[in-house]
């Protein structure tokens, strides 16, 4: 990683809905911003090590400019603790997992993606199970928390 370059990790269950959904939005608004950031997700779960993304996901997110190509479903490692600046989860299960892995000296990394949006909700929710009306509204509580990232980013550039 070269220094000075901020990095952001991510995380979800499978790493194959919201996690990637999510580096495909901040990829693309960070981009747009001109931000140089090195971003990346994973997943506490491996169920689905070397997947495409979730063609649900990518169907919703396709529609809104968002490019999924390349990436691939992993899980959370050792080394993403000390390699990222920012680690954060969709929901709560994702941050208790997230933190107890994660060594003490980098815990102040992990935060959920939504605590940097004004949005009402903490939580970006699982929309494995349901329809597309979930996908979509995952991928705008994505946007709501990206924006709000992208926000602190250059505040705290600034
Ligand atoms: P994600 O969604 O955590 O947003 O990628 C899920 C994907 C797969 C499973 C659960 C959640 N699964 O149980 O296989």
Redesign the pocket.
Known sequence: MTVNTTSVLFV?????????SAEAVFKKKSADDGLTIEIDSA?T?G??NGAAP?KRSQAVGLEKGYSFKGLKCRKVVEQDFEKFDYILG?DNDNVANLLKACPEEFKHKVSLLLSFSQSEEQQVP???YGGRRGFEY?LNLIEEGVDGLIKHLKSSRS
């Open positions: 979800c269950l499978g790493n194959i809905c919201r996690s990637p997943g779960a169920y689905h979730d969709m699982d929309p494995y995952v």
